[in-house]
């Protein structure tokens, strides 16, 4: 007896065909990469990145990219730093070294949840907790 093997294709071939992926297959596709969305300003001087997936050693660069871009907006008026840790699914050093570092960059630095467990758990371990601003939330941290 024969079976017949298929691989999965990619999205793009899916949809080339006309099937639309699986909301599975967007979710897994989704979280598995990173990334970096700066929120619309809001007039108050305050520059809000959010960030989400898996950030490693080797996937930070969109959020170092992110913070170079956030240090050329101070000089134009930004006076207020956020960063949205809510969506991020996997952390390591290489996250926790740009959050530092960001701290001593700019003065009001806050990191804004609610923080994952894992990602909690990793700035309890390695003590960037206690030298880290963190808030609840976004709109806490505005208003601090």
Known sequence: MRFSFRSRSSRAARLRRGRRPTYGAWLASTLGGTGVTRLPDRGDGTLVL???????????????????????????GTVRTIIDVSGVVYADSGLIRLLVQ???????????????????????????????????????????
Do not use: M
């Open 102 to 144: 960001a701290h001593h960059r700019f003065p009001r630095f806050t990191v804004a949840g609610p923080l994952p467990p894992q990602l909690c758990r990793l700035l309890e371990l390695s003590g960037a907790a206690a030298i880290l601003r963190i808030a609840p939330d976004v709109e806490t941290a505005r208003r601090a």
């Open 50 to 76: 959010v960030i989400a997936g898996e950030f490693d050693s080797r996937t930070v660069a969109p959020f170092r990219r992110a913070l170079a871009d956030a240090a050329d907006a101070r000089s134009a």
